[in-house]
């Protein structure tokens, strides 16, 4: 009997760890995931890369929201484009810790957003390696202009609309950590534009094929 009181004791003080941690993931609507399919930019197009988002927070307790990948596509094959900024829901989102991230996608989108390495956290509420850590993983793909409109520069394949991981073509990236070169080195959705879509490509100057996750409800 003592040693079965003791189990029980010992059961609910590691509950009592737990909980806090799973209250926090489920209240969560917004992270950057914490790995890529592994395959550079072919992340199955945006069908594969919002299972992807849905799958990382079902893991956390979050899976009870409609999660969108923060990604635009280019206008092809008969298909409009499709802006990252249209397809997140009109928040507001919060990160792992409940922090506030934006109120709504305007707020988002402008400076008075709270996007730093220390807030843009993964689902299970890591940060993410940045400029001056091993290896940085500072380049977020997500094919978007500053707004968060679909970008489309000269040459420019959005890797085949997330679909590619050839070393040719490219895709928009912002800086998570908000530094770094490129035409806009401190923006988090619009910094450069990729090497390549491979996955060593990616991981070649920065990347590891990481984007960011947003729950439409907010």
């Known amino acids: ?4 009181a003791t189990l029980v004791t010992a059961t609910v003080a590691a ?6 941690a799973q209250a926090q993931s489920a209240d969560m ?4 995931t914490s790995a890529g ?12 890369a919002d299972m992807q988002c849905r799958d990382l927070a079902y893991a956390q307790g979050a899976g009870d929201q409609t999660w969108r990948a923060y990604l635009s596509t280019i206008a092809a094959d008969g298909s409009a484009a499709v802006h990252a900024r249209d397809r997140i829901g009109s928040g507001p989102w919060h990160n792992y810790d409940g922090v ?5 996608v305007d707020q988002l989108h402008s400076d008075a957003a709270n996007l730093t390495k220390e807030t843009i956290l993964t689902e299970m509420g890591d940060p993410v390696n940045g400029r001056g ?12 202009n500053l707004d968060g409109t679909a970008f489309t520069g000269e040459s420019y394949t959005n ?17 998570h ?3 770094g070169g490129g035409q806009n080195p401190t923006s988090w959705n619009s910094a450069h534009t990729s090497r390549g879509c491979g996955q060593e490509d990616l991981q070649g100057t920065g990347g590891n094929g990481f984007f960011y996750c947003f729950a439409m409800g907010g």
């Not at 009997?1 to 079965?4: I, P, Q, R, S, V």
């Open 1 to 4: 009997m003592k040693k079965l």
């Open 15 to 20: 509950l009592a760890l737990i909980q806090p």
């Open 29 to 32: 609507t917004f992270f950057i």
């Open 37 to 48: 399919p592994g395959d550079g930019a072919n992340l199955g197009g945006l069908e594969g």
């Open 100 to 104: 506030l991230i934006a109120e709504n």
């Open 133 to 144: 850590d091993d290896p940085n993983m500072h380049d977020i793909l997500t094919g978007s």
């Open 159 to 175: 890797c085949d609309n997330w679909t590619s991981n050839a070393s040719e073509g490219g895709a928009q990236v912002g800086h």
């Open 177 to 179: 950590d908000r530094q």
